[in-house]
């Protein structure tokens, strides 16, 4: 899960290293605790990896339990 060797997190903001662009937030489902980490997806749902959780279509559900997006919460630290 966290094995991004240069993800963003050593240190202070660095002011010219926005070169690592991925997706970062991950997302969590209220009813059931199901985290969307976008650099997994949702293959099984269509969700190829990297894709940012707003960029998600509207259709999209809780491979576990079945929310709707408006049901995730986002997680943040
Ligand atoms: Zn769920």
Do not use: H
Request: some cysteine; glycine content about 16%; hydrophobic content about 25%.
């Amino acid at each position: 899960m966290s094995r991004s060797p240069t993800g963003w997190g050593d240190g202070q903001a660095s002011p010219g290293g926005g070169r690592y662009n991925m997706p970062v937030e991950q997302w969590i489902c209220e009813p059931c605790g199901f985290i969307y980490d976008p650099e997994e997806g949702d293959p099984d749902g269509g969700i190829p990896p990297g894709t940012a959780f707003e960029d998600i279509p509207d259709d999209w559900s809780c491979p576990v339990c079945g929310a709707q997006k408006d049901e995730f919460e986002k997680l943040e630290d």
